[in-house]
């Protein structure tokens, strides 16, 4: 994604195609501040678009769009204290597991993980369950015990397994 953008940020000598001008043009890069409110948070929040050198319409230029989208989510989450897809990450590669088991252990869903990393907000709850998890040793053991029959045996014994010994590192 970053590497994209800086290609459209450095390539400014690049052309990319104006549907007014019905042709390749120059463009620039401006920032723009802008407000939104999602579930009742007021937001504010950088955008970046490109603006054609001829006639000065925007530009659309789905690497952006995406970046920008990216960026009110980020900051939404931010604000909510909702957890975010990096942390979200941090936790599969910590105890060694995998979104389906995670989603198991955490609700009936097993599509659950698959769907936070693909954007979707997470719930207040399962936000605030899913930060536990992360920080919590005892708290993510109770958790994938009390869940254990929705798994195998042998994921859930690797994970308690894995659980024991971060316990033993700290
Ligand atoms: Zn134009």
Redesign the pocket.
């Known amino acids: 994604m970053h590497n994209i953008l800086f290609k459209y940020k450095k390539g400014r000598r690049i052309n990319i195609f104006?549907p007014?001008?019905r042709k390749e043009?120059k463009y620039q890069i401006e920032n723009l501040v802008e407000n939104k409110t999602v579930h009742g948070l007021k937001l504010e929040y950088t955008t970046e678009r490109a603006y054609?050198n001829?006639?000065n319409?925007e530009i659309y230029i789905s690497e952006l769009h995406d970046h920008n989208i990216q960026k009110i989510d980020d900051t939404y989450r931010e604000k909510a204290g909702i957890i975010k897809v990096p942390k979200l990450k941090e936790i599969l590669k910590q105890y060694n597991t995998d979104k389906r088991q995670l989603s198991l252990i955490l609700c009936n869903d097993e599509k659950t993980l698959t769907r936070y990393m693909d954007g979707d907000i997470p719930s207040k709850s399962n936000s605030k369950t899913l930060k536990k998890i992360k920080e919590d040793y005892k708290f993510i053991k109770q958790l994938a015990e009390k869940n254990r029959h929705k798994v195998t045996d042998d994921a859930i014994n690797n994970l308690i397994k894995d659980i024991k010994s971060l316990q033993q590192k700290n």
Do not use: I, L, W
């Open positions: 104006c007014e001008c043009v054609c001829d006639c319409e």
